[in-house]
Nanobody, 125 residues
């Protein structure tokens, strides 16, 4: 059983940066495609970014392209989401998820098998 734990969330001013981490245990992370999703209050959970098994391919939703960077360190069993130039509309609970398939397109929740508990990101002055 793969367990995912997110960390790194917090309160940041608009224009600031945060780096989220997704640490895995139970199974080796390099067997999985990893995605980041987010859910704002009153809204559905939405896809943010994903990274392939070896980190060679990435895909982002349009609104975060150029601001967010997903990366992974399989030796540390950890995936990261570097978030720069944060905006108030980025405020949400951020979740990482693990799945077995890759597609260079926005992903749906059902395509991922394992989920973390989430970490809160608040962008506010």
């Amino acid at each position: 059983q793969l367990k995912l734990v997110e960390s790194g969330g917090g309160l940041v001013q608009p224009g600031g940066s945060l780096r989220l981490s997704c640490a895995a245990s139970g199974l080796t992370l390099d067997s999985y495609v990893i995605g980041w999703f987010r859910q704002a209050p009153g809204k559905e959970r939405e896809f943010v970014a994903q990274i392939s098994w070896n980190g060679g391919s990435t895909y982002y939703r349009d609104s975060v392209k150029g601001r967010f960077t997903i990366s992974r360190d399989n030796a540390k069993n950890t995936v990261y989401l570097q978030m720069n130039s944060l905006k108030p509309e980025d405020t949400a609970v951020y979740y990482c998820a693990a799945g077995s398939s890759w597609s260079p397109s926005p992903r749906t929740l059902s395509e991922y098998d394992y989920w973390g508990q989430g970490t809160q990101v608040t962008v506010s002055s």
